[in-house]
């Protein structure tokens, strides 16, 4: 399945100016019934599907379906366990419902520009590890403790890589791209659709910290000005 808009055509040899994601809405099939057809088959997808393999983590590791006595591992997974179920319902209702390609939720072009994705991770990785990580240590070093047992943490980095960029990756999707999408549908006006996706998604649990929220905040206001959420280099 081709993107059905790139820069320059539209697929049908209409010459277009350049678009941006959140003008991909238009693209394919974007009738109101298909966006509330598409949240109720992402939110089952997630909310029924993913929280019955989140319970049946927690059986598999301790024999029972509380949350509560697992161990910090376990309670990873058991949180982790409902994204790919997330991810799959996002990908069924814009390739199924909506009749586009998954793409088209990042940005209107054929391909990502992996360039802007390195220029956002820096954006957002060196001040997170200079503030939040290295800040946090200097001036409460009791929060942080050592582990010296290495086969533990060799096997547990790859798994926590995998499923946190899962997680991240989802919730972008869906936030950043498949609300705020949707909203632009609704309110002309673009900025305001931006910002209220933003500000659904810094109020998730994930989403608390003082210091992500705050910087999460000051990337929303970039996001009206990037032809993809990619630009603005905000990621989880």
Known sequence: MRINATRGKQGIGTEVKDVTYVEAARWGKYRGWRYVLGLT??????????????????????????????????????VMASFPFFLAGILIAVTVIHRRHPLTLIAAREKISWRRVGHGFVAWFVPFCLIGGLGQYLFYPDTFSFNSDLAAFAFFV???????????????????GYIVQGASLIWSNRVSGDRASCDIHRAAPRQSGGDRRRLAHGLC????????????????
């Open 41 to 78: 088959i992402i939110l089952f997808a997630w909310l029924v599907v993913g929280t019955g393999a989140s319970v049946l983590v927690a059986i598999a590791l301790s024999g029972q379906p509380d949350y509560s006595v697992l161990d910090p591992f376990g309670k990873f997974l058991f």
């Open 158 to 176: 790859p798994i926590a890589l995998v499923l946190t960029a899962i997680q991240t990756t989802t919730e972008e999707l869906f936030f950043r």
């Open 221 to 236: 206001h970039l996001l009206p000005r990037s032809g993809s959420f990619v630009d603005c280099g905000f990621v989880d």
